[in-house]
């Protein structure tokens, strides 16, 4: 196993050591978890170690997906994997989504959404299919997605969404960041070159 530099490495170095049948064990534990959020089947069904690692750090944030991984090794039996991940990462930082990913970090440890927020605010477009991405990882309720949706205008409903769900903290904001990296992909290049 290599060094890892971040979480997200360490998390992806660990799953990639495991035996076929404990990584189907991992993954049916994971998808198995009853506190939100949770995952859907289809985000990691026929993934591989690395999809698996995206999916939870998106989902949980690299902190979250840490505690999460040890969590299942610890589950299937896999002890000694778990405290091999636990040292390995106990020196580690955070702040980058994925391994081979800018940070959502500013030098000054401002987040991307609120570095960029008039920017986004004002040249997000297609924000229902966020929305509904935003409602199906439980970022915002029904009764937000429902008020937001009926605003007449992007840059409305983007304003409601930053002054109600994005101020619930940074994992809500990290799964933001990496729909709105789906959804509107020239967007965030050209606002990371900023």
């Not at 429902?146 to 101020?167: C, D, F, V």
Request: proline residues 2%; negative net charge; aromatic residues 6%.
């Amino acid at each position: 196993m290599t060094s890892a530099c971040t979480i997200t490495e360490a998390i992806a170095d660990i799953l990639e050591d495991l035996s076929e049948q404990n990584f189907e064990k991992f993954r049916h534990l994971l998808l198995d978890r009853r506190t939100n959020p949770r995952i859907k089947r289809g985000r990691v069904e026929g993934k591989n170690f690395l999809g698996v690692t995206e999916v939870m750090v998106s989902t949980f944030t690299e902190d979250g997906a840490l505690t999460v991984t040890e969590e299942l090794l610890r589950k299937i039996g896999l002890n000694a994997e778990a405290n091999h991940l636990v040292e390995d990462t106990k020196n580690l930082s955070v702040g980058k989504v994925f391994s081979d990913d800018r940070t959502v970090f500013s030098d000054d440890s401002q987040h991307f959404l609120d570095k960029h927020r008039i920017q986004l605010t004002q040249r997000v477009t297609n924000i229902d299919p966020i929305l509904d991405e935003l409602l199906d990882q439980n970022v915002i309720q029904q009764e937000s997605y429902e008020k937001i949706r009926s605003m007449p205008t992007s840059q409305g409903k983007m304003r409601e969404l930053y002054s109600s769900a994005l101020k619930a903290g940074r994992t809500c904001k990290d799964i933001f960041y990496q729909i709105l990296k789906k959804n509107e992909p020239y967007l965030i290049k050209d606002l990371e070159k900023m």
